[in-house]
């Protein structure tokens, strides 16, 4: 029988509230000497974490107990409050870490937390990717496809720091993608107003305009593209050297040194001399076949240095319009647009100015908001990690053979075409 009443209407649930983060482990065991793109990303995150996160404590694990001194005064250099709030112990204590959750910047969840949420930083796949079937580095890829595969099964959540990075994932491994966040990377740690340090252009007897490229050598940085376009430039009559910094040099680098008139390698370099390198150079030469970002075309942005770049993996998703784009594989496209670059001024600012606001878009503010939404978004997904942990994702060897070439190429065969085609 009908009263005429009105139906009675609940009011939707109200979504709970994340719970705010109490105690975070870092796997810090690279972070007092890795000077590369990987180690600034951990420096400029941990100041963020503590300056958004004010009730925030941590506990970083050091490979060594000699690093902690080190290691303390890295922090008291990062924020003044780390320290206060920091303890440190040895990495054979992280599985057992009281912390609700373990970050591990480095690619790879290694110990595992038993009882935290376990977060990875993913930068590239490149180790597990290499082209080489040298049978030694059939071996080395199979053992990184094997470290991917445990961080992927240990890990609650995986930050990758681009989506060209997260693609891959989804691509050449059997990743979750409910668990994969992008977080990309920034370069507002660089100080714009440092005065200049022209020692490395002094040391190098550099005085004029010069092409720049930055980091490391190994292969997939396709250096030799490069120096193809640095002679067939000299051949031409533009006499402007090509500077170089980072920590080590390639064979074919060293083999050039003394006899390629325009090679100047100037070695590792401090903040201040690198933001004087991205100043003063006629532009970044960055034609990497394959990256999972590209901090140095976002650092050159920054400092309103013309960025030339290949138009390869990350690449495009950092710069955007922002930079002069090239095939990776085409010394003279690469030439004479480096040609261009160096005679043509109003090009240099009309993509210098590009960068800027191109770089603008990125900070370590928003990277570490992120970060730390995906941690306290996963911290009621705790789960115990008892090892033995799932099966690899592996191809399986046979009954044992002697560790012989021949063996490792047989073993491996399967492993060097799955996920990769």
């Known amino acids: 029988m009908h009263h005429g009443h009105s139906p009675i209407v609940l009011p939707s649930p109200m979504p709970l509230p994340l719970p705010t983060l109490g105690h975070l482990a870092v796997e810090a065991t690279r972070l007092v000497h890795e000077r590369r793109g990987i180690g600034r990303y951990v420096r400029s995150m941990l100041p963020e974490f503590a300056v958004q996160r004010p009730a925030l404590r941590f506990t970083l694990f050091v490979a060594h107990r000699r690093d902690i001194a080190a290691l303390r005064e890295e922090l008291s250099r990062l924020h003044p409050s780390l320290n206060t709030r920091t303890w440190i112990e040895t990495v054979d204590r992280l599985p057992h870490t009281d912390a609700g959750v373990a970050w591990y910047p480095w690619n790879f969840i290694s110990p595992p937390a038993h009882s935290a949420t376990c977060i990875a930083t993913v930068h590239d796949i490149a180790p597990m990717l290499q082209l080489d079937h040298r049978w030694w580095k059939v071996l080395k890829r199979a053992k990184y496809r094997a470290r991917y595969g445990r961080t992927l099964d240990r890990a609650h959540g995986v930050l990758a720091i681009s989506h060209f990075t997260r693609e891959e994932l989804l691509d050449k491994t059997d990743a979750d993608p409910t668990r994969i966040t992008v977080t990309p990377l920034a370069a507002d740690d660089l100080p714009i107003d440092v005065a200049d340090d022209v020692t490395p252009l002094e040391d190098a007897r550099v005085s004029g305009p010069f092409f720049l490229t ?25 006499r402007v050297p090509l500077v170089q910094c980072g920590p080590s040099l390639a064979r ?17 370099v401090n903040d201040a001399q690198l933001v004087t390198l991205y100043r003063r150079c006629s532009a970044l030469v960055y034609p990497s076949r ?132």
Request: hydrophobic share 45%.
């Open 214 to 238: 930055v980091g490391g050598q190994d292969g997939r940085k396709n250096l030799t593209t490069v120096y193809a376009a640095m002679d067939a430039l000299w051949a031409r009559g533009v």
């Open 290 to 421: 394959y990256e999972g970002f590209g901090l140095p075309v976002l650092e050159a942005m920054r400092m309103g240095a013309p960025v030339i770049c290949s138009s390869e993996s990350s690449l495009p998703e950092v710069a955007g319009a922002a930079a002069q784009y090239v095939r990776w594989d085409d010394a003279e496209e690469m030439s004479r647009t480096m040609e261009r670059m160096a005679s043509e001024p109003a090009l240099r600012a009309a993509l210098g100015a590009a960068g800027r606001q191109r770089a603008a878009l990125f900070s370590w503010r928003s990277t570490a908001a992120q970060t730390l939404m995906v941690f306290e978004a996963t911290t009621g997904a705790r789960r115990v990690v008892d090892e033995p942990l799932a099966t690899p994702r592996v191809v399986p060897v046979g009954s044992p053979e002697p560790l012989t070439a021949p063996a490792v190429i047989r073993a491996a065969t399967g492993l060097h075409g799955a996920h990769d085609a």
């Open 252 to 268: 074919e680098t060293r083999d050039r040194i003394g006899r390629a008139p325009w090679l100047r390698h100037v070695g590792f």
